[in-house]
Structure formats: structure tokens, C-alpha cells
């Protein structure tokens, strides 16, 4: 498709566990960013790439993030030992370069039981 | 990182032109205005940026006065279908785009 694909759409686990967020850009986007957003509330800056390589991860919460974007294209949100208050929307966005528009994805709904 | 305030909500009836009004005293240079648009479930959409005076596309219009201390995003003609949260977002040497709690417009019959 044309724009920016989030896999899974939804995913519940158990407190504890490990996860992985999936983030398909926009071909050609050299910039992705993720976000976090809670309910009634506007999205939350986690970290961003401009290619390979992290610029600035200064929004994640805690080392238990970590975001990997091996080949500049496809990025994965890993969350480890996972808490009740990690449940939230994480959202993915990419740009043709940085300071461009941002395109978001729909998001990958996370509920920690 | 410079801060915006909007309206928390707004209504509007169908056919009717809408304006949200975004502050956003301490701009930098260097801040592009953006506007972006979010129904339930879904990531934002980018409507429209710009940088000083009037900027217009196929879906809205963005009026921001000289000194760009706000900014006004224009819709034309409201349909139901408009009913969702409007963000107001600076971007610029922050690669970060920092939302606020958005403007909930409902659009009625």
C-alpha cells in the first residue's frame, strides 16, 4: 500500500511478557518516528531515525524500549517485561526527509492485562 | 520546545465554514505550523502546513497573521464526516512533532 503500515493492529498480553511492533514506512521515507498515545490524549514523541541509525530516542520512558531500523526502512518496537501502564496506542509516522510532513500509520493498539 | 493551546472543543453544523484558532506565543523561527486531523482508531492526517500568511489545498485553508503568534485552520462547508480532533502542531528544529490534547469539533446535522 501507499502509506504507512503498523503490524499487529491489535495485541494483548500478559504482563511481563515481550513484544515487537511492526513499522512499514512509506517507500522512500528516510525519516521514522514512533509515538505513544494514551486515550484523550495527543500523541507522545518516543523516538526517531533518520536512516539506519537512532537520532534521538530522548522519549523513551525507561530501558525496557528499544527500537531497531536495521536496513533504513522497516522499523520494530521492542518492549520487554511489559507493565499495565505500557498499554496505549504506539503509532508510527515517517517523512521523505526530516522536517517534512509526518504521515502516520493507524497504530498498534497494545493492552497489557 | 514551544507550546500551542487550542479550543478544547467545538460544534458546528453541517454546510457551516469552521474555524480553530491555535496559540503559539513562543514560536521559533525556524516552526513550520502544522494541522493535522484524527478520527477514533486511526493515526492523524496531515492536512496543511505553513509558514507565514495564507496557505489553501483541495481541504482546508491556514491563516497565520504576521507576527505568527497563531494561526487559524479554515474548513470550508462541514459534512458529518469532519467530526474528529484537529492538532495544531509547531515543527521545525525539533525533529519531534509535540501534540497537544487537540480540538474536538462535532460537526451536527
Known amino acids: 500500500g501507499a502509506g504507512v503500515s503498523q503490524t499487529p493492529s491489535n495485541k494483548v498480553t500478559e504482563k511481563g511478557k515481550y513484544v515487537e511492533l511492526r513499522c512499514d514506512p512509506i517507500?522512500?521515507?528516510?525519516?521514522l518516528y514512533w509515538y505513544r498515545q494514551s486515550l484523550g490524549q495527543g500523541p507522545e514523541f518516543l523516538i526517531y531515525?533518520?536512516?539506519?541509525?537512532?537520532?534521538?530516542d530522548s522519549g523513551l520512558p525507561n530501558d525496557r524500549f528499544f527500537a531497531v531500523r536495521p536496513e533504513g526502512s522497516v522499523s520494530t518496537l521492542k518492549i520487554q517485561r511489559t507493565e499495565r501502564g505500557d498499554s496505549a496506542v504506539y503509532l508510527c509516522?515517517?517523512?521523505?526527509?526530516?522536517?517534512?510532513?509526518?504521515?502516520f500509520g493507524d497504530g498498534t493498539r497494545l493492552s497489557i492485562l | 520546545l514551544a507550546k500551542t493551546t487550542q479550543p478544547i472543543s467545538m460544534d458546528s453544523y453541517e454546510g457551516q465554514e469552521v474555524n480553530i484558532t491555535c496559540s503559539h506565543n513562543n514560536i521559533a523561527t525556524n516552526d513550520y505550523i502544522t494541522w493535522y486531523q484524527q478520527f477514533p482508531s486511526q493515526g492523524p492526517r496531515f492536512i496543511i502546513q505553513g509558514y507565514k500568511t495564507k496557505v489553501t489545498n483541495e481541504v482546508a485553508s491556514l491563516f497565520i497573521p504576521a507576527d505568527r503568534k497563531s494561526s487559524t485552520l479554515s474548513l470550508p462547508r462541514v459534512s458529518l464526516s469532519d467530526t474528529a480532533v484537529y492538532y495544531c502542531?509547531?515543527?521545525?528544529?525539533?525533529?519531534?512533532?509535540?501534540f497537544g490534547s487537540g480540538t474536538q469539533l462535532t460537526v451536527l446535522p
Open positions: 531515525f533518520q536512516g539506519t541509525g537512532a537520532a534521538d
Open positions: 509516522a515517517s517523512s521523505t526527509t526530516v522536517g517534512q510532513p509526518q504521515h
Open positions: 502542531v509547531l515543527s521545525g528544529s525539533a525533529r519531534q512533532l509535540t
Open positions: 517507500s522512500g521515507h528516510t525519516a
